[in-house]
């Protein structure tokens, strides 16, 4: 038993959809998440940048000694994962695997699709990771730069014809590659579910990378005795490097519930 809090961060809000499950799947752990919303996008930026931001929201997480840190961001976990489990001596989880595990497991016709930032299908991070599990799978991968800052200004519902154009310009050629499994690479793309459900049609699966990424920290906390199993709701906190004021309305949408918790700015450039 571990009753200390578990890290959680992004660049944006789209952890968030990571830390929703993780409060769903383990309502008693205590959970701390960074959101560098002054500098979202990630996504289109240098490894060399990645790796410095990843080290900062790292650093600023381990103020508050977590047990663990997940890496809810498919940008960070492609580019910067193995350095930061190299300079960290607590698990870091990121969110590739468990999404290949999944996607192994849904796929009937081994024709798997994937979506993610720039800097994710440059990595080839996913590919390995699928490779490593079903060596024989045809993967189709499109980078939907665009489709973070639809979902950060809020643009991610039924009906928006932006994101609708722009969902289906991205995945046309996925589409038409006939696969039967989706990997939304990207914790903010599961926002736009319905967006890309109507569009890819009922027998695509759709795998959620930061959902299933909780439930992989879950089993291997538990694994490793690491559960906080003291009785009660856990308490959650936010900090985010831009101003507080935009961040409840937009991560309610996220959480699917109003945000409860403190929220805080804070200065990542001092880690
Ligand atoms: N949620 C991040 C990801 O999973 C978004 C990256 C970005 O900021 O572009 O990749």
Redesign the pocket.
Known sequence: MDTRPIGVF???L??LTALRELARIMPDEDLIYFGDTGR????GRSKEILVKYARQDVAFLRSFDPKAIVIA???VSTTALDVLREENDIPVFGVVEPAAQAAVQLTKNGRVGLI??KA?IRSGSYERALDTLRPDMSITARACPLL?PLVENGRSRPGDVVAETVVSEYLAPVKAAGVDTLIMG???YPLLREVIGAYMGPDVALVDAGEQCARWVKKQLEWDGLRNERPGAGRHRYYVTDSTEDFAPLASIFLGEDVAGEVEQIDITAY
């Open positions: 992004d660049s944006g789209g952890g979202v996008p990630y996504g961001c498919g940008t993610g930032t994710s973070v990207c914790t903010h």
